[in-house]
């Protein structure tokens, strides 16, 4: 009898001990969204040309030559600092194929700042495993909250890379 109850004892008391190790470190795909927009909203707050660099995907900045002024565009857009945010959806689009992983985000938030609600719609890339310089924002739309067509919806991205300052949706 003793015996069947160390079968049962032992595997449950190396469980606990694996979980009190940090076996147990998920983080899920909003967990994961969030930690991104608050890194974004950071970076618009302190107006930090370098931390939107840093958290755009690289492969993007070097093709669009534009990319500087339009960080420009984006801070003088950008007003009052960040109060809350409604997540609007996050779809994660996962795609492994010949070994090569791949993993990204379709987010859609509503921003309060202290002057102005904002649309944004963001395409991150969380996962490259054959490209790194891939990883990071591809696309990002803003557009203030009064401009939106369709309040209703949410305010996406077009699939276009770069940003996007005050684009209203497409018909």
């Known amino acids: 009898m003793r015996k069947n109850n160390l079968y049962i004892i032992y ?91 791949k993993k990204y985000f379709d987010m859609s938030y509503d921003v309060t700042t202290t002057i102005n609600i904002y649309r944004l719609g963001i395409i991150w890339y969380v996962k490259d495993s054959s490209q790194s310089e891939n990883i990071g924002i591809w696309s990002l739309y803003i557009l203030k909250y009064q401009d939106d067509t369709d309040q209703s919806s949410a305010y996406r991205s077009e699939g276009e890379n770069g940003i996007h300052v005050a684009k209203p949706r497409l018909p």
Request: glycine content about 6%; aromatic content about 14%; charged content about 25%.
């Open 11 to 101: 595997p449950i008391l190396t469980f606990f001990c694996f979980l009190s190790l940090g076996g147990c470190n998920f983080e899920s795909d909003y967990d994961i969204a969030d930690k991104n927009i608050n890194q974004l909203l950071e970076a618009l707050d302190n107006q930090d040309r370098n931390k939107i660099k840093s958290i755009f995907a690289l492969s993007i900045q070097t093709n669009i030559s534009s990319f500087d002024d339009d960080i420009d565009q984006l801070f003088s857009y950008y007003e009052g600092e960040y109060e809350s945010y409604t997540s609007n959806g996050v779809g994660t689009t996962f795609d492994r194929n010949d070994g090569i992983e």
